[in-house]
């Protein structure tokens, strides 16, 4: 799949037309998938879609100030849809389920304050504020539902009361209120993200989240969701709105979360609670393609694929390189350096397990300027559809080389890949790529090495890598 957005996108409303200029190509490149970005009206034109304010205004109404949103308009955003479909290439929608923000107007209700780093902890008594909590939607006019948000539909909110303006956090109190459970424990409770935090436990938000996906899923067609910022969200919630959106669907819906944790048993209970029932990225996997950009020849490579969800559960498992929350200025930065990303993008692309993501900033450039990585992208993406099939053998035995086959199958005539990385020096290995293969010519296709090799009578051959640098290597023809 495509990630099919970045941080720093214009606010010109051009992306959807874009997308849709764009899908021809997209799928001669392979991209099977789109990740778009929230595509509903934010608090403000120029939001990225994050600061939710009405999930059913896809572009459509004159709310505010703007009919579109930072993206294009609604029937901009459905006719690239059917282009994508055309061209076979699914479309994923950013859901956007934990929070809202822009609230209309202002209400009184009761609040405690919450100690920041552990939100189970109180520092005060009840007592009772006046915040922007109010939705109307007047703009749509009850198109699509009626249902209005009040400050009991929400469990936290946040606002600054220093002079420095430092951020308050505040648990609404009430019958029944409190932080959600099956969420993740770091600050103690780590249910309030931002904005005004919907209440999963309230049966009307609950209700209107659930009409809200089948009837987005139905208005424009999608395939399947990436759902933000889970790790902040009652799972079980999150697993009734999969089955009841896969319900309305037929069964046919896929869907990625957003569990940004670097810790495997985190992401793995959460997989066992809500039953493996979708995907999730392989959020450890990033930050070691991190720490070894960062640490160069002294990361030992041979510890690349532990403790990942790619390894242990590979069928869940949606692999990264970076994303607009890693890229440089975002909140969560922790971009891979840029020596490292076509080693980075060479395993995710060429090894046999988990669904592989390739980030718009890396593809098409950040911030309006040229990506310096598409010329490698290309290549990568050209190999995975020629060569990367059959049965895969590690060679991670080297903690500065190593690499990995993929032998090819009958169905893919001239299948097969070889595939080195070094992060220190010169290196080679001698890697089996089978015994049918003997005597072929094979070369490297990157262009870092002119030479060819010969596969000898074992099936085996020693492949060379450049330091620093990805090789690879796949039978020559004609």
């Known amino acids: 799949m495509m990630q099919y957005f970045e941080w720093n996108l ?5 992306l959807w037309k874009k997308l849709k200029e764009d899908a021809a190509h997209l799928a001669e490149i ?42 294009g308009t609604k029937q901009e955003l459905q006719e690239a849809i059917e282009e994508l479909h055309k061209h076979k290439i699914q479309v994923y929608l950013d859901a956007v ?27 005060g008594e009840p007592f009772e504020i006046e915040a922007f909590t109010g939705y109307d939607f007047k703009g749509r ?24 303006r430092v951020e308050h956090i505040y648990r609404i109190v009430g019958e029944g ?45 999608l395939d399947g969701v990436r759902l933000d910022a889970i790790k902040h ?4 919630f999150i697993k009734q709105f999969l089955e009841t959106v896969r319900a309305s669907r037929e069964g046919r819906f896929f869907a990625v979360g957003e569990y940004w944790n670097n810790d495997f048993d985190s992401l793995e209970n959460y997989l066992n609670v809500v039953g493996k029932e979708l995907n999730l990225f392989d959020v450890p996997l990033h930050f070691k393609l991190y720490q070894a950009s960062q640490e160069g020849r002294d ?24 994303n607009h929350d890693s890229q440089r200025g975002s909140s969560l930065e922790s971009q891979i350096k840029d020596w490292f990303k076509p080693l980075a993008y060479g395993l995710i692309l060429l090894m046999e397990k988990g669904y592989p993501c390739v980030f718009y900033g890396d593809y098409y450039g950040l911030g309006g300027k040229e990506s310096p990585h598409r010329q490698i992208l290309d290549i990568l993406l050209d190999a995975r559809r020629k060569y990367a099939y059959g049965q895969q053998d590690y060679y991670f035995d080297h903690p500065n080389t190593v690499g990995l086959v993929r032998r090819g199958d ?10 080195l990385l070094s992060n220190g020096e010169d290196g080679e290995k001698e890697m089996f790529v089978g015994e049918n293969r003997k005597g072929e010519t094979w070369h490297e296709i990157t262009g870092s090495i002119d030479d060819t090799i010969t596969i000898g009578d074992d099936g085996k051959a020693v492949f060379p890598v450049h330091g620093g640098k990805l090789a690879v290597w796949v039978q020559k023809t004609e």
């Open 10 to 14: 214009p606010n010109d409303g051009n």
């Open 30 to 71: 392979g991209v099977t998938a789109v990740w778009i970005p929230p595509a509903y009206k934010a608090d403000e034109q120029q939001d990225e879609g994050y600061a939710t304010y009405d999930l059913y205004d896809l572009g459509e109404f004159d709310q505010k100030g703007t009919v579109r949103t930072k993206y």
């Open 97 to 123: 389920m934990n929070h809202k923000c822009g609230a209309d107007y202002e209400e009184k209700f009761p609040v405690v304050e919450v100690d920041t780093g552990n939100r189970t902890e109180t520092t």
């Open 141 to 164: 006019n009850d198109k699509y539902s009626d249902f209005k948000y009040h400050w009991y539909h929400f469990s936290g909110i946040s606002m600054p009361q220093d002079p420095d």
């Open 177 to 221: 209120k409190y932080w959600s459970e099956g969420v993740d424990g770091e600050n103690g409770n780590y249910d309030y993200l931002l904005g005004n935090d919907l209440d999963l436990d309230h049966p009307e938000v609950i209700q209107d989240l659930l009409h809200w996906g089948m009837w987005v899923a139905k208005e424009l067609n």
């Open 233 to 236: 969200m009652k799972d079980l």
């Open 299 to 322: 990361f030992d490579l041979t510890n690349l694929p532990d403790d990942t969800l790619v390894a242990r559960y590979p069928q869940n498992a949606v692999t990264f390189v970076d």
């Open 410 to 419: 009958d169905e893919h005539p001239g299948s097969g890949v070889a595939m």
